[in-house]
């Protein structure tokens, strides 16, 4: 110790090892987490930033220490900054507990982009407080997360909708059916004789035949209808607001005469295939999603049956069961 009482930082003093030490040891912990770890002095002033942060916010630290930590903060948190500290030092009642919020940072170039933050404080004199905050990047949780989602409820080959989805908005749609409201109305649509396609072409025609047939079905229906690939070459198209059978029918038809087009795919011989179509048409929530895609399956077997390449309308009288 000096004459004053204060620490004796003169090289060597083994009083002061320990210190430089820990702060090293420290410094050491820091540069190796995943998470962003930032400190800033009362005054907002940023005073540790560690090798996470320089990758996640794109600043090196010389760039940033000393400089306000709102500089990682779009609106409208950058001007609420100010306010919250004000807030916290008129308290006075003592070191809160740690805050976990998600929230927007933004980085160096400009980007903004979606964080979670956990804020807390240490008081080292009465009134001298540092903040330190541990700032997680989710951008990439946020691409996972949506890639996940598309996953499940999406058909990995023609990027449709899958039967998953298909019963979540089938469901949806049954449910909101009332005696004033339009019908809806179910196409099963499977294409006739694909097989010997896979078997003389190979799958990989085979794939490219079930993907221009999904780009023809999108063409063929509004935005709000759903066309769902079941597996296989099958395929259930879901039209909303349809204000009788014959409506469906129509765009029944359509599609028939559309997957009659021929198919030029790479290089052989044009395909000309057909498909044959079950319409089902429903005007009451009576009724399950399963039930409806059994009903539209049952009249899509008496359309082979009657000869393919037509589309046949599910009648209760037609069914045996």
């Known amino acids: 110790m000096t004459h004053d009482g204060q620490p004796d930082t003169t090289p060597g003093n083994p009083e002061i090892a320990p210190m430089v030490h820990a702060e090293k040891v420290l410094d050491h912990v820091l540069d190796h987490v995943f998470d962003s770890v930032i400190m800033a002095s009362t005054d907002g002033r940023i005073t540790s930033f560690n090798r996470a942060a320089t990758l996640t916010f794109g600043y090196t630290a010389a760039e940033v220490l000393g400089q306000n930590v709102t500089l990682l903060m779009p609106e409208p948190h950058c001007s609420h900054h100010d306010q919250h500290i004000r807030h916290f030092l008129n308290q006075g009642s003592g070191a809160p507990s740690p805050q ?5 940072g933004k980085r160096k170039n400009g980007e903004i982009f979606p964080v979670t933050l956990v804020l807390t404080s240490v008081e080292q004199s009465p009134g001298d407080w540092i903040f330190i905050a541990i700032v997680r990047d989710l951008t990439q949780v946020d691409a996972t997360l949506r890639n996940l989602r598309s996953t499940a409820y999406s058909d990995p080959l023609t990027g449709l909708p899958n039967r998953l989805l298909l019963m979540d908005r089938l469901s949806q749609a049954i449910r909101s059916l009332n005696r004033e409201s339009p019908g809806i109305a179910l196409l099963f649509v499977d294409l006739d004789h694909f097989k010997p396609i896979n078997d003389n072409f190979g799958h990989h025609v085979g794939d490219l035949v079930l993907r221009e047939t999904a780009v023809r079905l999108q063409s063929c229906v509004r935005e709000s209808d759903t066309i769902a690939r079941l597996g296989g070459d099958e395929f259930i198209v879901l039209l909303m607001g349809v204000e009788n059978p014959l409506s469906a029918l129509g765009i029944g038809e359509k599609i028939r005469e559309t997957l009659n087009d021929p198919f030029l ?36 077997y008496r359309a082979k049956a009657q000869g393919r390449n037509t589309v046949v309308s599910y009648t209760l009288a037609q069914n045996p069961l």
């Open 100 to 104: 976990n919020r998600e929230l927007m």
């Open 265 to 300: 795919l790479e290089s052989i011989p044009p395909l000309t295939l057909s498909a044959s179509i079950g319409m089902t048409f429903c005007q009451t929530h009576a009724i399950d999603a399963e039930s409806l895609i059994r009903q539209s399956d049952f009249a899509m």
